[in-house]
C-alpha cells in the first residue's frame, strides 16, 4: 500500500489502492437535498456536503 504521506503531484489510483485506504470505501454518491451531496461508508456513517443535484440522481459536489 502506498503512503498517502509521500505520494507527489497528481496520481490516479487503482480500485484495489482505493480500497486499501481505510475509511475509504463507500457508495456511490447520492442527493439528499437540493443542495446536498451524501454517501455512506463502510461502517455505515454518512458523509453529506455542499454539491449539485443532477436529473439522474446523482450529485457533484461543489
Same mark, same amino acid.
Given at each position: 500500500?502506498?503512503?498517502?504521506?509521500?505520494?507527489?503531484?497528481?496520481?490516479?489510483? #487503482?480500485?484495489? %489502492? !482505493?480500497?486499501?485506504?481505510?475509511? *475509504?470505501?463507500?457508495?456511490?454518491?447520492?442527493?439528499?437535498?437540493?443542495? !446536498?451531496?451524501?454517501?455512506?461508508?463502510?461502517?455505515? *456513517? %454518512?458523509?453529506?456536503?455542499?454539491?449539485?443535484? !443532477? #436529473?439522474?440522481? #446523482?450529485?457533484?459536489?461543489?
Amino acid at each position: 500500500m502506498k503512503n498517502i504521506i509521500n505520494l507527489t503531484g497528481v496520481q490516479k489510483l #487503482s480500485k484495489k %489502492e !482505493q480500497q486499501d485506504i481505510k475509511g *475509504s470505501w463507500g457508495r456511490r454518491v447520492y442527493c439528499k437535498g437540493p443542495r !446536498q451531496c451524501c454517501f455512506r461508508l463502510a461502517n455505515g *456513517s %454518512e458523509f453529506c456536503d455542499y454539491g449539485y443535484c !443532477q #436529473s439522474n440522481g #446523482s450529485c457533484m459536489w461543489a
